[in-house]
């Protein structure tokens, strides 16, 4: 079964400060996404990683993928509060689109 | 102009009634999903349709059905709903590659 595990869960940071989200998954998966979501709103996409090395930047986000390492990572650069939400890495095997726990952010003056 | 719209956004009801949330997508895609998202915001797939054949049914009780008329639909019909049913649900439509699935606004399931 695909399994697909987010840390940390919980995450609060200072505004400027930088930090990474790490996403693992057990199998092998042909693709890795990353979401946000707002406070009582649906999920948006950020980024698709498709391949081995993918690397892929917007603003102060930036997510990478190691398929060797079943390792995601999305690494925030000098937080902004505007940035507060949780961020949910998925995989996905075919038709069976698996998330993680998602990791919630609040950025702090 | 929406590209996957789920109806009704917000759903009471009492325990034991039976209930129908639909999805519909205008996007193309050939394949659609039902997940729960429960009070930690933990996501749970649900089901799958591809082409209108059902791909994944991941332990879900069997009150739960799904139905795809046709492609660009994927409804969701509870029975006999328990307490533990309250959740949003999450309607999602991808294509096979390379893209993300798009999710709709959500259904906030109540169930008193």
């Known amino acids: 079964e695909l399994k697909v595990e987010q840390n940390p869960l919980f995450l609060s940071m200072q505004e400027g400060k930088n930090y990474t989200i790490y996403c693992n998954y057990s199998t092998t998966s042909d693709r890795l996404y990353w979401y946000r979501q707002d406070p009582g709103k649906s999920l948006e996409s950020l980024f698709v990683l498709l391949s081995n090395g993918a690397v892929k930047q917007e603003g102060r986000l930036m997510a990478s993928l190691d398929t060797k390492a079943r390792l995601s990572t999305l690494h925030i650069t000098a937080a902004v509060h505007d940035l507060s939400a949780t961020y949910f890495c998925a995989v996905d095997k075919t038709y069976d689109m698996r998330f993680g726990a998602g990791t919630r952010l609040t950025v702090k003056p | 102009d929406t590209a996957v719209s789920q109806t009704p956004k917000y759903l009471v009801t009492q325990m034991g009634n039976d209930k129908s949330i639909k999805c519909e997508q205008n996007l193309g895609h050939d394949t659609m999903y039902w997940y729960k998202q429960d009070s930690k915001k933990f996501l749970k797939i649900m089901f799958s349709y591809n082409n209108k054949e059902l791909i994944i049914n991941e332990t879900v009780p069997n009150r739960f059905s799904p139905k795809s008329p046709d492609k660009a639909h994927l409804n969701l019909h509870i029975n006999s709903l328990e307490l533990g049913d309250s959740a949003v649900y999450f309607c999602?439509?991808?294509?096979?590659?390379?893209?993300?699935?798009?999710f709709g606004q959500g259904t906030r399931l109540t169930v008193v």
């Open positions: 999602a439509s991808s294509q096979e590659w390379p893209t993300e699935a798009f």
